[in-house]
């Protein structure tokens, strides 16, 4: 019974991983704020496979999160806790992020023009409305696993951990800009939240990252742990993408203690 949870757990840890390398190294370090650049073999795969990997389309992510970056906590950002709640957040992301995949299809202006540097188009399971497949499919395992093997705590782990971007993107868009501390005076209410960082391979370092959008570290401080920086450094050493950008977190603390800096509409 011991092995059989330790196996859960470690299922769920693997597929979370793989998810939050998905989102916060490929999508957001990379294909958003152009921080690390990927290899163009792995670029052309994640490309291909983020949607059924996630269940997110890269593009629509991209676009959503630069627009965070260009009206961050005003009532145009995607998805701010001050125009949806904390709790409301959750929802909120999803409205948002259905109508950035809506008006990037429909070729809409505002949209179109915040993504015009991505290569490609939005993924064919969003253009032919099968964006639940992947979810589908991730669900399939679980329901393998219970009916075929006994399985039902396995598949779950499986699945929860594959498919956790919702929780994640939920935590990081409202506790990230609602609850904990700052290193930055920013014009925008970001904020720095350890737990959520530390669950969300360093994304709750809102504050540091609205400061230095385009470094691919997103800790400042000692006690501060990425988790997301470490697994770019491995790809790095491994040659798979190249570190652009690294902010350097003790100067620029020092630096900025005493001034407010208006990082709206800088991504």
């Known amino acids: 019974m011991t092995s059989y949870l330790l196996l859960c757990v470690a299922i769920f840890l693997v597929t979370y991983a793989l998810n939050m390398t998905y989102i916060s190294v490929f999508y957001h370090r990379g294909f958003t704020h152009e921080a690390v650049r990927i290899n163009p073999r792995l670029r052309r795969f994640i490309v291909e496979s983020g949607s059924w990997i996630t269940g997110i389309d890269i593009k629509a992510w991209a676009c959503m999160h630069r627009m965070h970056h260009m009206y961050s906590d005003t009532m145009k950002d995607p998805h701010s806790p001050k125009r949806w709640g904390i709790f409301g957040t959750m929802i909120g992301q999803l409205r948002s992020y259905e109508a950035t995949i809506r008006g990037l ?84 209410d970001s904020r720095n939240n350890s737990f959520v960082a530390w669950t969300c391979f360093g994304e709750g370092f809102q504050n540091n990252h609205h400061r230095f959008p385009k470094s691919a570290k997103f800790s400042m401080r000692w006690f501060e742990v990425d988790f997301g920086w470490l697994v770019t450094q491995v790809l790095a050493s ?24 208006a990082v709206v509409a800088t991504y």
């Open 105 to 188: 299809m429909r070729g809409k202006p505002e949209y179109t023009s915040v993504v015009k540097d991505l290569d490609f188009d939005v993924s064919f399971l969003n253009k032919k409305r099968l964006w639940a497949l992947p979810y589908v499919l991730h669900a399939a395992v679980w329901l393998i696993s219970g009916f075929v093997f006994n399985a039902w705590l396995f598949g779950f782990a499986y699945f929860a951990g594959m498919m956790s971007h919702p929780i994640q993107g939920w935590l990081v868009n409202s506790f990230g800009h609602a609850v904990g501390y700052r290193n930055f005076k920013t014009s925008d």
């Open 238 to 261: 491994l040659s798979v993408l190249e570190i652009v950008n690294v902010a350097s977190g003790k100067e620029a603390i020092a630096a900025s203690e005493d001034t407010e800096i």
